[in-house]
């Protein structure tokens, strides 16, 4: 059974550049969130989609953005890179929207130099 | 907004030497509270979800229990394979999960 699918697995950004990132949800579930991982904290929320539509908003800058596709896949774009922006990616899929068990990916290392 | 916090930041065990770890939260609502597990570079790793004060859940090594401010992770007879760092995130009324920032907990043989 395939687990929740990112890519790329790394990436190198020069700033003021800009990157998409890639999930694919475990079969079946319908909800997407996105969140970022800085060195030494826990994971903060960025985005959550779920049937398409965008459901929550962390408190991130108007440079991130997401969308979610028929497949239930999704991409998470993130525009004029800033250093700050160096983190783990992480995507999770849940069945629906809330108190269900989120399952994360490996996740997308970023760094921006 | 929602709060989690952690202690300690970091716990060296020796293996055999049992131990908790503690997560005091703060939130209005709480729909539930997940314990994750996560190797250094890799996404995090799902133990527990526990919804309601008195719930407990084990797995393996580990026993998970929730208060109506805080949970704490057991971990028994721990194992150097257990080494990971160990992280507490809750939900409220709303889609995202909360996360504290986590206790790394290192196992000796």
């Known amino acids: 059974d395939a687990g929740v699918t990112q890519s790329p697995t790394h990436l190198i950004k020069t700033r003021g550049q800009q990157v998409t990132l890639r999930c694919s949800p475990i079969?079946?579930?319908?909800?997407v969130s996105w969140y970022q991982q800085v060195l030494g904290q826990g994971p903060q929320f960025i985005f959550q989609?779920?049937?398409?539509?965008?459901?929550g908003r962390g408190n991130f800058p108007d440079r991130f953005s997401a969308r979610q596709f028929p497949n239930y896949s999704s991409e998470l774009n993130v525009n004029a890179l800033l250093l700050g922006d160096s983190a783990l990616y992480l995507c999770?899929?849940?069945?629906?929207?809330?108190?269900?068990?989120?399952?994360f990916g490996q996740g997308t290392r970023l760094t921006v130099v | 907004e929602d709060q989690v916090t952690q202690s300690p930041e970091a716990l060296r065990l020796q293996e055999g030497e049992s131990s908790s770890l503690n997560c005091s939260y703060t939130?209005?609502?709480?729909?539930?509270l997940f314990w994750y597990r996560q190797d250094p570079g890799k996404g995090p790793e799902f133990l527990f979800t526990?919804?309601?004060a008195g719930e407990e859940k084990e797995k393996e090594r580990l026993k998970a229990t929730l208060t109506k401010k805080e949970s704490f992770l057991h971990i028994t007879a721990p194992k150097p394979e257990d080494s990971a760092t160990y992280l507490c995130?809750?939900?409220?009324?709303?889609?995202?999960?909360?996360f504290g920032a986590g206790t790394t907990v290192t196992v000796r043989a």
């Open positions: 989609y779920y049937e398409k539509e965008e459901r």
């Open positions: 939130v209005s609502g709480l729909r539930g």
């Open positions: 995130a809750v939900q409220a009324n709303d889609y995202k999960l909360s």
């Open positions: 079969s079946g579930h319908k909800s």
């Open positions: 999770a899929s849940r069945i629906g929207t809330q108190n269900t068990e989120a399952f």
């Open positions: 526990l919804y309601s």
